[in-house]
Structures are given as structure tokens and as C-alpha cells.
């Protein structure tokens, strides 16, 4: 990725100039500058506080509207044909979020994600080896927050349309089929497999500007059934709350968990029947309401025989996500959760704040908040604000929640808690 | 290093069961096993020497045995501090562990010690001290040894310790995040398809199997209550008519009681193997006490006395085993009308 | 044992010289028995105050099972 007189798509080389590039973002009258910088993978380089990272992606014409509800009108996405600039990614640093306490402050906006571009931090990260077109859009100072925050959202999705439509006159290098035939489907041999993924959890809040499923904002949202594609290809991105563990939408793109339900429908194991988008409330009745039918509709909607369960972090999330599962496994679809580890001491019995023993298949991507990486002084720092810069240039220490791609809630993790 | 063991009588050479009382000696260099573990202990370290107390005594004296310890430990100026190996002995397995916590926290030198995973001293003890999984038999005794001077070592020269299927103890109940080959979504799969076929899977956070049970309420007054005498300590009858073993018992036996004042030697024996039997065979009211049992009913303190009482051997049990039998005998109360029980542990 | 009857719904008061364990396994009326050999007894007791202590650890059993609440005495 370099900034050139031009944008366009050579092979793998991707040129852009930086002019067109700020002035679709400008677009957007509530900002009234971008900064504009490229970091490649093993520079000394660390951007902060990270707003959300997304894969550069541009659906072919005719195929369906790029971040439907965001960028354009609402129509149905995960079918046709859509372009991706793999090895490339836009990160979109929030130069409103104040410093102090790692960012802390603020939970509307995210919290302390820092890309970390060298060293340790950086090999461990699945975003380390990723060419960053890294923005700071800064809005005019009487935009309010909220509308900052959705300017952000616009911006992050335009970039990565802008820089994906180079690719629309040229053949991949590669392509990826997605394909289900979805419940009604038969082979009535091979089990039936289906993900009930969290997209928000509204216990932190959510504007009512604020998009998360085909643009919209999700309050009072019940349990929906998605089609997998969807989730890839723009239906979702992340709310602005992620509790500091491990949400981009680069990962809903390149989601992990429906990669490997694919995996098993492509190679024969399973039949993966279709996926539920749900919300964590912030109210025990909803919760219940909420568990209930998602757990309905995987049994009788999508018939599943078994289930592979995420949360939007936090606690309340993960209370949610556990009733959720009790409910599946009292109906008999078996149940396999993704959690965190929620102890403060590091032990076993500890970790899980709900223990039910049906829901007995856990994986933990485990915050890791033993794992230490030391960190050197970086020559480049990029920043939101001058606050957070002096923040990000004095670090000498951190853990992998403070790091983008490396505790991923999203299943990209390759943190395990061994038993010690 | 220099090296303090701790053993019991039985393994201290003082003799079995009868001499479970004998208070806590301090002998000069290795005993019994000590021995076999001084010889693998790496060059240059030695057991300096060892402390012999009775499993009745440590448990009951547990203030004397650990002030005693502590003191020996810093006479001697240990490096480590080993205690067992316990095999199933529960005495031995909780004083061990007692020891142990006490020495780590007084003189901050390593411990380790040794049981078998069904031994009491593991649950409460695990968190604090290593204990290296030493399985039940005594026939492990030299392997047991190995790992404990490894462990041992490691602790001593503040070397990382392996996870504990590689080093062999007992997890601790810590969690360490580790980087892995594989991603959260592929042992999610993977999870979610051996789920499925109905194969056995590990979660990786283990679910808690001791759950608390709400306290059951008494559903009339003591007063009018029909209260069931049930023990572990092996009281049966005379030439133990069911044939209760002296451990790991599977069976259970209900005796009458009939109209009888009190229980009498000459009717009953012990069948336990882990107690000096020899107290309650002089008077099984210790272990069973009818006699005070039928007072309470004369003065109308409770309303009647179970017509049975209910035994079983709890001598290292495995917990299933006494899961099972907790069952069946609370089903055989419930049949009877047994509105509460007493029952005596030794 | 004391736990599957407390399970099933019996009130149980366990008399036991060990009582840590019993803790440990969720008993919830636990009376601290006098000895492993002798645990509703005293050797070292005259007879009559052998009988009366196996008295007082009785009646505190008995206590323990009138009362709602998790006992350790």
C-alpha cells in the first residue's frame, strides 16, 4: 500500500492518492479534516484509540449495496459477487476519545484498543501482518458525540469501499465460494449446525443513531435469523460498545466461528443450517425473553442439533449468553459457548460467573490478562488526540485486552487457559 | 538443598493403626521412604531430617503438630519441606497438607507433598501446595518419589513449573492463558462436533462439580420428629453378617435396633480399616449413640428413635461410591418415614 | 453421603472430627466430633461425663437440625 498521484489496483500493489481518498471521506460536512497515514507491518509504529478495524471490500454491481443502511439504501447482502483486498485493512483511530486510565472514560466509542505495528505484540496479533491505511477523521468541535461516533462508522465504511473499488475492473487473484442451502435443506445424516452470535449488548448504551444490522440501531431488537453471508458481507459491523475485548468488524467480514461451521458444511461433517443475530439486554425480563427465543428458533426454525454460542463481552453479556445456552440445551440443541475469563484471580472456579452444568462445552479465548507484552518506544505514533499521544508514546507494558487481534471475542484468538 | 520430611506412624516405622496417637518426633536423616527419596534427590541435597507424628494426633493436635513442624523446619534451616506420599490416607493426606500450607506460609521455602486425588487433603488443600498425584497404591511409591524430588527441585532454584498432566500433580485450579496452535473457532468446532457424536470433550474452563445444596428444612418440631442414626464408620453386627469391607465399600448394611437401651460390645464389631477400631468396640455408643438417643426419646426431646441404623465403610471411598450410597440410604429413610438423621464421620 | 440426603431433601446433622472436609463437600450442619476413635465419646472421661458430653453433642446435632441455617458448632 502506498500514497501515489493515482488510486489504483496493480496486482497486489495498491496506490492511493490522498486527496480523492479525503475528499469522499470530507463528504461528510460533520468532519472537517482526516489524517491520512499508512502502516505496514514491522514498522515502529502504534495507532490509538482504535475505532474499529474493516477489511477494504466492494460489492461488483448488481450484487447488492456496500454497508447497506450505512452508506446506501437497505438491501439484502451476502449473495453476488464481492471483491476484497485481502492483506489490507482500514483502521480508523477515534480522535474524540479522551486519554486517562487507557482511554477508560469513555465507554461510547470503545476503549483502550491500541494497534501495535512491531515486536512481540505485533506477531501475536492477527492485524500485525496487514497493510493499515490508518485515518483520524476529526469532526468540527460542536458535533456532538454521538454524531461524531456515526461519522466515524461512515467514514470507516467509505474508505473501505473507496479502496476495494479498485478492484472491480480486475480478476482475483483467488475466490472463495459461500453457499448453503439453508434449514430446509436435507441429509438427514450429517448433524445439524447453527451460531447464535451476540451483536451488542446494550447494557453500555446505544444512540439512536447508532448502526449495527442494516444500519439500524438494535434497541428492542429480538433474536433474528441471519443468513451467514450476511454477517460477512455488511450486514453487520460492531456498536460502538465493546468493553474494551475484542470486536472489529474485520472480523464479522473474516468471521472465525462461521469460517469453521463453512469448513465443516464444505468438507462434508455437518450440515450448517443458518445463524441468529442477538442482542445482550440490559433488562433480566428481556434477558429471559430474549434467551427463550433464540433457543426456540435454533430448535424449530432452523432445526438444529447443535449450537456454537459468542458474546458482545462484558458480564451481563455473558449472563445472557449462558441462559441462552441453557435454554438450547433444554430443548436439546447441544451447546458449545465461547466465554472469557471472568476472575480476577486466576482460578479455575472462579472463572465462570454462571455455572449450570448442562452448558459443559466451553472454549475460552481467555483475556490473557497474565500474558505480558513488553513494548519499545515506537518512532511513529499515531493518535486521536494529544492526550492519548502522550499516553501511547510512555507505554512499556501491555496486556492483550488493551491490543487489537490478539484476545479476539470473535474466535480469531489463539489464547488458551491451560490448568495449571 | 537440605530437605525436612514429614511421614506418619505407618510410614515412620512407629507401627499401624494402633499407634495413630503418637505425638510428633523428630529423627535425625531419612526414614522409611525417606531413603529411597534421599537417594534421588540430585547431588548434594539430602534430608536433613524427618518428623514422625500419628495421623489421629496431627488431626486432632493441629496447632501442636504445626508449631512443632515449623520449628523443626527452621532449626534445620530447610531448603524444601516434603510431606507423604499419602496414598488414600485421609488423616495423613490433611495433616500433610496442614503441614505444608503452615511451612510454606511460616518459613516461605517450597513444599511439596503427595496423595492420591480422592484424598480429602486434595480439595482443600490443591490452591496452596503442590500436591503430585500419587494414585492409591504404595506400589507407585518410587515414580511418586521421582516427581516429588523434580517438583521439588524446580521449586527450590524458582525454575517454571509444567502444566500438570507433564510434571504429575494434581491441578491446582490456576489458569494461565497460553498461546496455541489453534484459533478459539476451531476448538469451538471441534467441541461442538465431539459434542455431537456423543464423544468426550474437556471444556476449558472446568465446570465446578461441588455445587452448594440449599439447606433442607426440618418438616416438624425435633420434638416430634423420628430421627435415623447412619454412619461411615463401619459399626455391624456381630461376624458383619453383610460382609462390609474394612475400605472402598460399595455395600451398606441397616441393623435393627430393636427396643434395645443402649449398644453393647458383644453384639457388634468394627469394620473399618482406617480407625483404631478399639475405642468404639469397648462401646459403640461412641461411634452410634443410641443411648443418648433413647433418653432424648424418654424425656421427649425428639419423638422417636429410628428402629435401624444405617452403616457403611467410609474408608477411602471413592466419591461415587458414597454418592451412590448416600442414595440408596436416603431412599430406604424416606420409605421408612425418617424425618431426620444423625450420622457420626470418623 | 450427608450431601445425596441433603439432596433428597433430609435434613442431616454430620458429626465428624473433620469437619474442614465435610465443609469442603457442602455439608450444612456440621458438629465437631470429639475423635476419629471416638467421635461421640471421651476416653479420657469417667464414665458419667463421657456420658455427658456424648449428651451435649447430641442435642447440639439436634440443634443444628432445627435450625435453618448452615452450621458449623
Same mark, same amino acid.
Given at each position: 500500500?502506498?500514497?501515489? *498521484? ?8 495498491? $496506490? ?57 439504501? #437497505? ?90 473499488? +479498485?478492484?472491480?475492473? $480486475?480478476? @482475483?487473484?483467488? +475466490? ?96 450448517? #443450517? ?11 425480563? !428481556? ?27 462484558? =458480564? ?49 479465548? *481467555? ?17 486521536? %488526540? ?35 | ?12 516405622? #512407629? ?19 525417606? %531413603? ?9 541435597? $539430602?534430608?536433613?531430617? +524427618?518428623?514422625?507424628?500419628?495421623? %489421629? ?43 505444608? !500450607? ?104 472446568? #465446570? ?10 426440618? &418438616? ?32 451398606? =448394611? ?6 434395645? @437401651? ?40 425428639? =419423638? ?39 450420622? &457420626?464421620?470418623? | 453421603?450427608?450431601? !445425596? ?13 473433620? +469437619? ?18 471416638? @467421635? ?18 447430641? $442435642? ?6 432445627? *435450625? ?6
Amino acid at each position: 500500500m502506498d500514497f501515489g *498521484s493515482k488510486t489504483q489496483l496493480e496486482g497486489t500493489r495498491l $496506490q492511493i492518492y490522498v486527496e480523492e481518498l479525503r475528499r469522499c471521506i470530507l463528504q461528510d460536512r460533520r468532519l472537517q479534516s482526516v489524517d491520512l497515514e499508512i502502516a505496514r507491518p514491522g514498522e515502529s509504529c502504534r495507532a490509538g484509540y482504535v475505532f474499529d478495524i474493516i477489511e477494504p471490500r466492494a460489492k461488483e454491481p448488481g450484487s447488492g449495496a456496500n454497508f447497506p443502511g450505512i452508506l446506501g439504501p #437497505v438491501t439484502p447482502v451476502g449473495q453476488g459477487v464481492t471483491h476484497v483486498l485481502r492483506g489490507a485493512a482500514v483502521t480508523v483511530v477515534d480522535g474524540g476519545q479522551p486519554g486517562g486510565e487507557l482511554g477508560y472514560e469513555s465507554r461510547r466509542g470503545g476503549v483502550s484498543k491500541i494497534l501495535e505495528m512491531s515486536g512481540e505484540a505485533a506477531k501475536r496479533s492477527s492485524y500485525g501482518d496487514l497493510q493499515h491505511l490508518v485515518m483520524v477523521p476529526r469532526a468540527h468541535p460542536d458535533i456532538k458525540r454521538h454524531a461524531v461516533l456515526n461519522a466515524l462508522r461512515v467514514a470507516s465504511c467509505r474508505a473501505a469501499v473507496f479502496l476495494a473499488q +479498485t478492484a472491480l475492473s $480486475q480478476l @482475483p487473484d483467488s +475466490t472463495l465460494d459461500f453457499e448453503l442451502k439453508g434449514p430446509k435443506s436435507g441429509n438427514g445424516n450429517l448433524p445439524r449446525v447453527a451460531y447464535i452470535g451476540q451483536i451488542h449488548g446494550h447494557q453500555h448504551g446505544t444512540e439512536s443513531d447508532e448502526h449495527i444490522l442494516y444500519g439500524a440501531n438494535t434497541r428492542g431488537m429480538m433474536p433474528t435469523p441471519l443468513h451467514p453471508n450476511e454477517w460477512m458481507d455488511g450486514a453487520v459491523v460492531t456498536s460502538y460498545s465493546w468493553g474494551g475485548r475484542g470486536l472489529e468488524t474485520y472480523f464479522y467480514q473474516n468471521h472465525p466461528i462461521i469460517g469453521e461451521l463453512y469448513r465443516l458444511h464444505q468438507s462434508g461433517q455437518a450440515n450448517f #443450517v443458518g445463524a441468529i443475530a442477538t442482542i445482550s439486554s440490559d433488562q433480566e425480563s !428481556e434477558m429471559k425473553r430474549n434467551s427463550m427465543m433464540a433457543a426456540q428458533i435454533a430448535k424449530w426454525n432452523l432445526g438444529a442439533d447443535g449450537v456454537v454460542l459468542t458474546k458482545y463481552a462484558g =458480564g451481563a453479556p455473558h449472563t445472557d449468553m449462558f441462559e441462552t445456552a441453557r435454554q438450547c440445551e433444554a430443548l436439546g440443541v447441544k451447546t458449545v459457548a465461547l466465554t472469557s475469563d471472568t476472575a480476577s484471580d486466576s482460578r479455575a472456579e472462579s472463572a465462570l460467573l454462571i455455572n449450570t452444568k448442562e452448558v459443559n462445552a466451553i472454549v475460552s479465548h *481467555s483475556e490473557g490478562s497474565d500474558v505480558r507484552f513488553q513494548l519499545q518506544t515506537v518512532d511513529r505514533i499515531i493518535a486521536g %488526540n494529544s492526550e492519548v499521544a502522550d499516553i501511547l508514546s510512555g507505554l512499556s507494558v501491555l496486556t492483550p485486552a488493551a491490543l487489537c487481534g490478539i484476545a479476539n471475542n470473535q474466535g480469531a484468538s489463539r489464547l488458551q487457559p491451560i490448568i495449571y | 538443598m537440605k530437605v525436612v520430611h514429614y511421614l506418619n506412624q505407618f510410614f515412620g516405622g #512407629v507401627g499401624g493403626e494402633e499407634f495413630a496417637d503418637t505425638p510428633p518426633n523428630f529423627l535425625e536423616g531419612p526414614v522409611g521412604p525417606g %531413603n529411597l527419596l534421599n537417594q534421588i534427590l540430585p547431588e548434594g541435597s $539430602q534430608i536433613v531430617g +524427618t518428623i514422625v507424628c500419628g495421623d %489421629n494426633y496431627a488431626v486432632e493436635n493441629q496447632q501442636d503438630i504445626v508449631s512443632f513442624v515449623n520449628a523443626k523446619v527452621k532449626e534445620a534451616r530447610a531448603d524444601l519441606f516434603v510431606a507423604g506420599p499419602c496414598f488414600n490416607a485421609g488423616r495423613y493426606g490433611m495433616s500433610a497438607g496442614a503441614v505444608c !500450607e503452615a511451612v510454606k506460609s511460616e518459613s516461605d521455602i517450597p513444599v511439596v507433598t503427595a496423595m492420591s486425588e480422592e484424598n480429602p487433603g486434595v480439595d482443600v488443600y490443591r490452591g496452596e501446595v503442590l500436591i503430585v498425584d500419587s494414585g492409591s497404591s504404595p506400589a507407585n511409591m518410587r515414580d511418586v518419589l521421582v516427581r516429588i524430588a523434580n517438583l521439588g527441585a524446580k521449586l527450590a532454584n524458582d525454575e517454571p513449573v509444567g502444566p500438570p498432566s507433564t510434571e504429575g500433580y494434581i491441578p491446582q485450579g490456576f489458569l494461565r492463558a497460553e498461546f496455541v496452535e489453534k484459533t478459539a473457532a476451531q476448538r469451538l468446532a471441534e467441541m461442538l462436533m465431539a459434542k455431537l457424536k456423543g464423544e468426550s470433550f474437556e471444556p476449558e474452563i472446568p #465446570v465446578t462439580t461441588f455445587e452448594p445444596i440449599p439447606v433442607p428444612l426440618m &418438616t416438624t418440631e425435633i420434638a416430634k420428629a423420628k430421627i435415623a442414626l447412619v454412619t461411615d464408620g463401619g459399626l455391624v453386627p456381630r461376624s458383619n453378617p453383610d460382609n462390609l469391607p474394612r475400605a472402598f465399600s460399595r455395600v451398606w =448394611g441397616a441393623y435393627s435396633i430393636d427396643e434395645r @437401651p443402649k449398644l453393647l460390645e458383644e453384639d457388634f464389631e468394627v469394620a473399618h480399616g482406617g480407625y483404631d477400631n478399639a475405642h468404639v468396640q469397648q462401646d459403640p455408643n461412641r461411634l452410634v449413640p443410641v443411648d443418648v438417643m433413647r433418653e432424648m426419646e424418654r424425656s421427649g426431646a425428639i =419423638g422417636s428413635l429410628h428402629e435401624e441404623f444405617l452403616s457403611t465403610t467410609g474408608n477411602s471411598n471413592p466419591l461415587e461410591n458414597s454418592r451412590r450410597i448416600g442414595r440408596e440410604m436416603a431412599q430406604r429413610l424416606k420409605d421408612a418415614g425418617v424425618d431426620a438423621v444423625i450420622l &457420626t464421620s470418623t | 453421603m450427608t450431601t !445425596e440426603m441433603e439432596k433428597a431433601g433430609i435434613p442431616v446433622a454430620q458429626v465428624t472430627p473433620m +469437619t474442614l472436609v465435610a465443609e469442603t463437600v457442602g455439608s450444612n450442619r456440621i458438629i465437631r466430633g470429639r475423635s476419629i476413635v471416638h @467421635p461421640l465419646g471421651d476416653v479420657d472421661l469417667a464414665p458419667e461425663e463421657e456420658h455427658e458430653l456424648r449428651r451435649m453433642l447430641v $442435642q447440639r446435632a439436634l440443634d443444628a437440625l432445627a *435450625s435453618e441455617d448452615r452450621t458449623t458448632a
